[in-house]
């Protein structure tokens, strides 16, 4: 079941042919940010300790928090190859609680994040 609701047309595809400036790997120019709302039965089960575990797993910088209407809001920066595995992570069944709906939004990393954090 598809729950992701965020536009994928502005999300660089990692296999569409452009190569990374950095052999070894990404690069910091590489960087994106992921601003997304996460929809369901996500507050009270963990998810913004299991968000931000997963996000400091994949090196990513950013923010977790709950917000007033139930939903948890979350930032992420890092290589889009690494802000892709955490939106499949967030859009799979592997998430404490119940999501519903993910809508998320990538745009170019600010960098004013220093590790990751639950708010």
């Known amino acids: 079941m598809a729950r992701h609701a965020g536009s994928s047309s ?4 990692p296999s569409d042919g452009a190569a ?65 595995e955490l939106r499949t992570w967030l859009n799979s069944e592997r998430t404490p609680g119940r999501v519903e709906r993910v809508e998320d939004s990538i745009s170019a990393a600010e960098g004013n994040f220093r590790g990751f954090r639950a708010r």
């Open 20 to 84: 990374s400036s950095d052999a070894a790997g990404p690069s910091d120019a590489d960087a994106v940010r992921l601003t997304a709302r996460v929809f369901g039965v996500v507050q009270g089960v963990g998810f913004r300790y299991w968000t931000m575990g997963k996000a400091e797993e994949l090196g990513l910088t950013g923010e977790v928090k709950n917000l007033a209407d139930g939903s948890v809001a979350l930032v992420a920066e890092g290589p889009q190859w690494k802000i892709n």
């Open 10 to 13: 502005g999300v660089p595809n």
